[in-house]
């Protein structure tokens, strides 16, 4: 079954230190890879996307993600967190062109990063 | 351009009744993708409408319905509501087949 796997519920990290959430995903041949943010009360917004080539995408606001074919996982990353990056994370999969499953997201169950002062 | 609109943002409605969700895509958007959000079960997919048509559906009762017109506008509706519906319904566009999903700020349903 196609399945994503956010293995960190809650993470708090200080601010100004790095952030790394952890995405594993099943899905039968290579998907389309997502990371989404959502602040409370609001929808979802973009942080990133992989479809193919370069396994090492950069996103806004200074986050980048990493694709590992070996390991099923597509990890979000940033150098340095600041307090407004405080949201719930979530990691997503799609079909590829010409799949049947059209406009459908699987997603994780999310991360809520918590950021200390 | 402008982002994807959903309207109304809040709805109170009782057990039994029915209500109807509008989402407006990005414009030149012609798919456009319901999600439920729940604490429970997180984000799950209900259907999606490409050019008028169903073209997918999640694991959901009948009582969840959805139809899209032809300038790309879709409505979602459900019947005869449960406390279970409670929950943030999110609509996203894409412009294309399997392309990036762009999210509405949702509307927020209670039932009472």
């Known amino acids: 079954a196609q399945s994503v796997t956010q293995p960190d519920i809650h993470i708090t990290v200080s601010e100004g230190a790095s952030l790394e959430l952890r995405c594993n995903y099943s899905?039968?041949?290579?998907?389309?890879l997502f990371w989404y943010v959502q602040s409370p009360g609001q929808g979802l917004q973009l942080l990133l996307k992989?479809?193919?080539?370069?396994?090492l995408v950069q996103g806004i606001k200074g986050f980048e993600a990493e694709f590992k074919r070996s390991q099923s996982s597509f990890n979000l990353r940033k150098p340095s967190v600041h307090w407004s990056d405080a949201a719930e994370y979530f990691c997503?999969?799609?079909?590829?062109?010409?799949?049947?499953?059209?406009?459908?997201?699987?997603f994780g169950q999310g991360t809520t990063l918590q950021v200390k002062p | 351009k402008a982002g994807v609109t959903q309207t109304p943002r809040y709805l109170i409605k009782t057990r039994g009744q029915q209500v109807t969700l509008s989402c407006s895509p990005i414009?030149?958007?012609?798919?456009v993708s319901w999600y439920q959000q729940t604490p429970g079960q997180g984000l799950q997919f209900l259907f999606e409408?490409?050019?008028?048509?169903?073209?997918n559906k999640g694991n959901f009762p009948g009582r969840f319905s959805g139809r899209q017109f032809s300038n790309s506008r879709s409505e979602m509706n459900v019947s005869t509501l449960e406390l279970g519906d409670s929950a943030l319904y999110l609509c996203?566009?894409?412009?294309?087949?399997?392309?990036?999903?762009?999210f509405g700020p949702g509307t927020r349903l209670l039932v009472l």
């Open positions: 414009s030149g958007h012609r798919s």
């Open positions: 996203a566009s894409s412009s294309r087949d399997q392309e990036t999903q762009y």
């Open positions: 409408y490409f050019s008028e048509t169903q073209r």
């Open positions: 992989y479809f193919s080539g370069d396994t």
């Open positions: 899905y039968g041949a290579t998907p389309y």
């Open positions: 997503a999969v799609g079909p590829q062109h010409g799949s049947s499953n059209t406009g459908k997201l699987i």
